[in-house]
């Protein structure tokens, strides 16, 4: 078998759905955008940049969900899992792209299929149908309105019980444009930040539902399964997979809390007071029930809760994840199990991001308690911090578009200038900050900031190492930590594997895997300069919607209100001191903040424009 042979055999072919024409194409992956950027994360941006141009309404016909997989998608290789899905968010009006891990990338994969793109709009609501080769889209008005588990169970059944069908789907937030509505699947897995949803419901694409019954060819299958042995065996017992077995997620909340840089009411402090009723050890012992994994992962991270409501309601869920206890928690001061699972399912049945639902409740229970916002405008509703049955009321409203809920359901940024308070609104480029205040944590400034989809703390998590190495409030070297977090994160984002796994599964063993999977030669300078090619792309494109050093930015209250008590009291951030170097070990302007042409030409993108 030659080296095209071997990319052919594994990567598949790419699926475009016209929904405006009804059209369904096959076209060959473009191997030269394999080599180039590898997959996932990396061949979205390549493909959203070619075919998304800077004037395209992100809920316009023009706009595009372009799924990808990546190399390790569906392969034994341990939580090969994770598709991208790049689009340009009706939330931040930037580049966006999003990752769902569970199953329904690599039954994607089993399909025969590396990437689909779905372009137009439909004239009535639909959802498209891949059984293997067959392909085609059927009519969904029975689905229209239902929430995403009604919406799982009606089209399972529709699609004969078949319980290894893999859906997503978007619930009704996603049909009434909410900007930040994810697309769901297998109820508890979301293609998540930046509104992706809503540009699925403008679309009048009810949902996914994927049957495959082929397997991924491997170039070196022996190899493949030696290193997979090796590895599992290794992520079996490393210390930290341990914890993130145990606990999932919440592992992190006594962590980040103790050290001073967890959100809490709405960023204003930096310490929860009652986060140890939310840490890891107390959830599993007062709501977990069981455990859930992702396709081909040892972790099992997932975490099956079970609560009763006051009104002995069975509330189960997978969940609640870190991100969304801090968020819907301790940034709405909320630290009580009922409210908080009800709160997220809420959001998980409409389908709707639980980061950015938060953040858009913590600045209305400010502007309630600062008088900003009255009774009148909140429906009645006593929006302070730490109500948790208002925390759940007004997110009612947000999956409805009711009352105050239609102003949120517009994301922070929007929010905030219809009550008067933009200063208020935790954001980056429309999107809410992450659970990591980054005035306890200097390096997640620069995450958020620079970040091309607007603040979002998976582009570089910083704060491991920051923590760990005991520079969480030191400036020296924030950029360098910056570039190799992103650069790392880009990649397995990239080969489409779970970033829980990159201290057991290092750039070494993903360059062997890569090699062993596709017969590609790779190495970790192979890697890393196609990390820095994917995030270099991803802010040419930003520069052609305008964007440049001017919107690396965070809000006022982080740059210079200092913290007002606990580990990280009197603190605030410097953001230039490090964006300056930052740009500089990126080869970008110090002006604008946006590649040179000598780094483009570097980076073998000579064919981009310069910003």
């Not at 009810?206 to 491997?218: E, F, H, N, P, S």
Request: proline content about 4%; overall charge negative.
């Amino acid at each position: 078998m030659n080296n095209n042979d071997s990319l052919r055999a594994f990567f598949g072919d790419v699926v475009r759905v016209n929904l405006t024409t009804g059209a369904i194409t096959r076209e060959e992956l473009r191997l030269d955008a394999v080599r180039r950027f590898i997959g996932g994360r990396g061949l979205g941006a390549w493909y959203l940049y070619n075919e998304v141009g800077p004037d395209v309404d992100p809920l316009g016909p023009d706009n595009k969900l372009i799924f990808m997989n990546g190399p390790f998608v569906g392969t034994p290789l341990p939580a090969g899992n994770k598709v991208n899905l790049a689009f340009k968010s009706p939330l931040s009006l930037s580049y966006s792209y999003s990752l769902c891990g569970g199953h329904w990338g690599p039954e994607l994969r089993f399909t025969g299929r590396t990437g689909l793109i779905i372009e137009g709009k439909s004239d009535a609501p639909v959802y498209l149908w891949i059984d293997d080769d067959r392909i085609e889209l059927r009519p969904a008005a029975g689905l229209w309105g239902r929430t995403v588990p009604e919406t799982e169970k009606r089209l399972r059944e529709e699609l004969g019980g078949d319980e290894l069908v893999q859906i997503a789907c978007i619930g009704p937030a996603g049909e009434k444009l909410n900007r930040m509505a994810c697309i769901t699947a297998g109820h508890y897995r979301e293609f998540g930040r930046g509104g992706c949803g809503a540009v699925m419901g403008s679309k009048n694409l009810k949902a996914i539902a994927l049957r495959g019954t082929g397997v991924v060819r491997l170039h070196d299958a022996a190899g493949v399964m030696e290193l997979t042995e090796a590895l599992t065996a290794g992520l079996k017992i490393h210390p930290k997979i341990i914890d993130r077995r145990n606990f999932g997620t919440p592992e992190l909340l006594k962590t980040i809390n103790d050290n001073g840089l967890l959100c809490t009411r709405n960023f204003s402090e930096t310490h929860f007071e009652e986060g140890y009723r939310l840490e890891g050890p107390r959830m599993r012992e007062d709501i977990v029930v069981g455990d859930a994994s992702c396709f081909a992962c040892p972790v099992a991270c997932g975490k099956r809760s079970y609560v009763k409501a006051a009104d002995g309601r069975p509330m189960l869920l997978e969940g609640p994840e870190f991100e969304t206890i801090s968020l819907l928690g301790a940034n709405c001061g909320v630290s009580d199990w009922e409210s908080l699972v009800e709160a997220t399912l809420v959001c998980d049945e409409n389908g709707f991001d639980t980061m950015n639902a938060g953040g858009c409740v913590s600045l209305a229970m400010e502007c309630f308690e600062k008088g900003i916002l009255t009774l009148e405008d909140t429906g009645g509703i006593e929006l302070r911090f730490g109500n948790g049955a208002a925390l759940v009321a007004v997110l009612r409203l947000m999956a409805r578009r009711e009352g105050i809920g239609d102003i949120l359901a517009g994301g922070v940024k929007h929010a905030s200038e219809r009550f008067g308070a933009p200063e208020l609104a935790m954001h980056s480029k429309g999107q809410v900050l992450a659970a990591y205040d980054p005035r306890g944590c200097k390096g997640m400034a620069l995450t958020y900031a620079t970040s091309p989809k607007g603040a979002h703390h998976m582009i570089a998590t910083t704060m491991g190492p920051e923590i760990a190495g005991g520079t969480r409030l030191s400036y020296e070297n924030k950029g360098a930590l910056q570039k190799e977090n992103q650069l790392s994160m880009c990649t397995v984002d990239s080969l489409g594997m779970c970033s829980t796994l990159r201290g057991g599964f290092g750039m070494g063993d993903q360059a062997r895997g890569f090699s062993l999977v596709t017969g590609i030669e790779m190495d970790i300078d192979g890697l890393k300069l196609a990390a820095e090619r994917v995030i270099t792309l991803e802010r040419m494109y930003n520069a052609r919607l305008g964007f440049s050093r001017k919107d690396d930015t965070l809000p006022k209250r982080i740059l210079s209100e200092p913290v007002p008590s606990g580990p990280s009291a009197g603190e605030t951030v410097d953001l230039e001191r490090m964006l300056d170097e930052y740009y500089g070990l990126m080869g970008w302007s110090l002006d604008d903040g946006l590649p040179t042409r000598a780094r483009l030409e570097e980076l073998g993108l000579g064919e981009l424009e310069e910003g």
